[in-house]
């Protein structure tokens, strides 16, 4: 069934990296879908999977070590994972960008910003390489760097007006579907908050999808429409913002939020998920989770636990739920 | 009321570059009380390091006073400030490249006991650094791993223990947790916290994480290219900032509540370079109150409030 209203649909993708020290699984059989011009917020931390579920859409996935092992990948109803290199040249940075975490590395040191702009226009639109220029130009603008600065090289410019050049590449071809990778992270909080403010205007003029890459659920709530929670490769929980911050579900995302210091209340107490990361080398058969779960059961060890749809939006993967009375109470903030 | 257990009066440190003069710590006093925390905020360039690394005399100061117990750690000589630093230690951001990847965890922990001769003993010492492990939450089965063995809460659990081996009175904690993930930066803060119940530790904690800060300092300082421009208790700050860097950077905040839509003050422009910089408020260029006055002087801290301080010619609010 294709759903025209879909940009991106994502169905069982598992990528493993397989490496002499034994597979690594990073992504072991995400759904995601994604309406035209919504945004979703990918979240988790390190070693998740969010990166790599990100560079699967791409193709980008390192190969060797990473190889996708199965899956659907459709743009807009059609299957990446089908395509040619060819047809994926066309694909990327016209029909889907990505905006990667350091802004420092991401741009070419021997090209001019303005040529790095262009690059891409010239690549996917039948251009002059002068009318392309005046493109760039004009998507400097748009990201709010004067437009004769386009001669300047990246070391002129500061870590928040890079990360600004980095936008302007990503959006020079008016792409269906951006992914940004945290990519705010690596800036102080004042400059953040121009380039998330930057984003959202551009989406909403561009009328562009999103998928926002990030640890920090306070840029979620900025800047995205739905959310899915990672852990060890899985999607444990997803929907709308609503449905994940105010009903949250998930153990997991229970003690992403309790983890979080209350700008409100200096005095409640952090509540830490205890232990650290699983291995995803050697991943338990049950759920990832469990080893770290408040609420763990026998059950929990021995089988991974199946998605379960609480309303049309909102998903959680949690045997608890198998118990009608099961509920979490997460912490007033 | 306690005492001061450190005091900086005055501290600068300049930075000789091709460019010019690089203002890092342009004049900086506080005072931190015993058994208390100092949060120390500002973006990435405002000296917040510096400061911190020129109280412990990592960095030489080029003037200033730094009083620690009532005595200027800046007048001693080297073997004084060897004895001295048994008293000040420093937990370092990035759990990666501040342990020595050849060292095991026992020598990392035992290194300071060594230099400083506390335990002779070698059997004693181990059990010492058994006993600082347990402490920070370290399995005893890792006492002869390797710091690229174990994940970024581990290692920055490590250099808290070796903070710890000589029983400090002071740590200088410069971003302990922002290399962290957030599950694992709430287990560090929290072990932090217990600690300084446990040990009566007083701390300086840097970050430019404004939601950290406020949940764990008792005092928070605000610095902007390299002054403090406002100063107070952590809750007065948060709840009536003066000066309009703090109001901004407050309003920056990404929260992760959807009933607190707020409505953020986008500052214009960036950081401008602390090299060679003109006597005019530091903040001016992005401020938006600017007025002929700012520009006319460098505005100092003053006390707008009781123990509220801010260097501000019109502060908000007031």
Not at chain 1, 41 to 49: N, R, Y
């Amino acid at each position: 069934m294709k759903d025209k209203n879909l940009i991106l649909n994502i169905e069982n993708l598992v990528v493993h990296y397989e490496t002499e020290n034994g597979t690594v699984k990073a992504v072991n059989g995400i759904d995601l879908k994604l309406e035209k011009k919504r945004a979703i917020g990918l979240v988790g931390e390190t070693g998740a999977g969010k990166t790599t579920s990100a560079l699967a859409i791409l193709r980008l996935v390192p190969d060797p070590p990473g190889v996708i092992k199965s899956g659907i990948i459709e743009l807009d109803g059609e299957n990446i994972l089908e395509k040619n290199i060819k047809e994926l040249e066309k694909i990327r940075g016209k029909d889907i960008s990505m905006i990667f975490q350091d802004p420092m590395t991401a741009l070419n040191p021997v090209f001019t910003v303005g040529e790095q702009i262009a690059e891409s226009i010239i690549l996917h639109e039948n251009v002059s390489s002068s009318e392309a220029n005046e493109s760039a130009k004009e998507m400097l603008e748009m990201v709010g760097i004067p437009g004769h600065r386009a001669n300047d090289y990246p070391h002129q410019f500061s870590g928040g007006m890079k990360q600004r050049v980095v936008i302007a590449i990503a959006l020079a071809c008016h792409t269906k579907l951006l992914i940004a990778d945290e990519p705010t992270s690596a800036l102080d909080v004042t400059i953040q908050a121009q380039v998330l403010e930057l984003m959202n205007n551009l989406k909403e003029k561009y009328q562009t999808s999103l998928i926002m890459i990030t640890h920090d659920l306070g840029i979620v709530a900025e800047v995205c429409d739905e959310v899915a929670v990672m852990y060890a490769g899985r999607i444990v929980e997803k929907g709308t913002l609503k449905d994940v911050f105010n009903m949250t579900k998930h153990p997991y995302t229970e003690g992403l939020f309790n983890s979080l210091p209350n700008v409100n209340d200096r005095k409640a107490k952090l509540l830490p998920i205890p232990g650290s990361m699983p291995d995803p080398t050697n991943l338990s058969i049950g759920c990832s989770f469990s080893p770290r779960c408040p609420y763990v059961t026998d059950k929990c060890h021995e089988q991974k636990p199946d998605p379960i749809w609480i309303s049309d939006t909102h998903m959680v993967e949690c045997s608890a739920y198998d118990d009608p009375a099961f509920h979490i109470v997460r912490r007033e903030r | 009321m306690a005492k001061n257990l450190v005091e900086v009066k005055n501290l600068k440190k300049y930075f000789n570059t091709s460019r010019g003069m690089l203002h890092a710590v342009d004049g900086v006093s506080f005072a931190i009380e015993e058994g208390k925390t100092l949060g120390v905020v500002g973006e990435s360039g405002c000296g917040k390091s510096t400061t911190g690394r020129t109280i412990l005399r990592l960095i030489e100061p080029s003037s200033g006073e730094v009083y620690f117990n009532g005595r200027n750690v800046l007048k001693y000589n080297e073997s004084e400030l060897r004895k001295a630093r048994k008293d000040m230690q420093i937990i370092f951001q990035d759990p990666f490249s501040s342990l020595d990847p050849r060292k095991t965890v026992n020598q990392i922990i035992s290194e300071p006991i060594i230099i400083h001769n506390l335990i002779p003993n070698k059997k004693d010492r181990e059990n010492r650094v058994l006993e600082l492990m347990e402490t920070v939450g370290l399995a005893e089965r890792l006492i002869n791993t390797y710091p690229h063995e174990l994940d970024g809460g581990r290692r920055q659990r490590i250099g808290i223990a070796r903070a710890l081996a000589v029983n400090p009175k002071f740590i200088v904690c410069d971003e302990p947790v922002s290399a962290l993930d957030v599950s694992i930066q709430a287990q560090i803060l929290n072990l932090l916290k217990e600690l300084q119940e446990k040990l009566s530790l007083t701390y300086m904690f840097i970050t430019h994480d404004l939601s950290v800060v406020n949940h764990f300092s008792d005092h928070i300082a605000v610095m902007y290219l390299g002054k403090l421009v406002e100063k107070a208790p952590a809750e007065e700050l948060f709840a009536h900032p003066l000066h309009p860097y703090t109001v901004a950077l407050l309003s920056a905040i990404p929260v992760p509540d959807l009933s607190e839509r707020k409505k953020r003050i986008i500052l214009k422009g960036e950081v401008t370079s602390p090299i060679n910089m003109p006597e005019e408020c530091r903040f001016a260029k992005r401020c938006l109150y600017t007025c002929d006055a700012c520009k006319d002087h460098t505005p100092e801290l003053r006390e707008v409030y009781p123990n509220h301080f801010v260097a501000c010619e019109f502060p908000l609010g007031v």
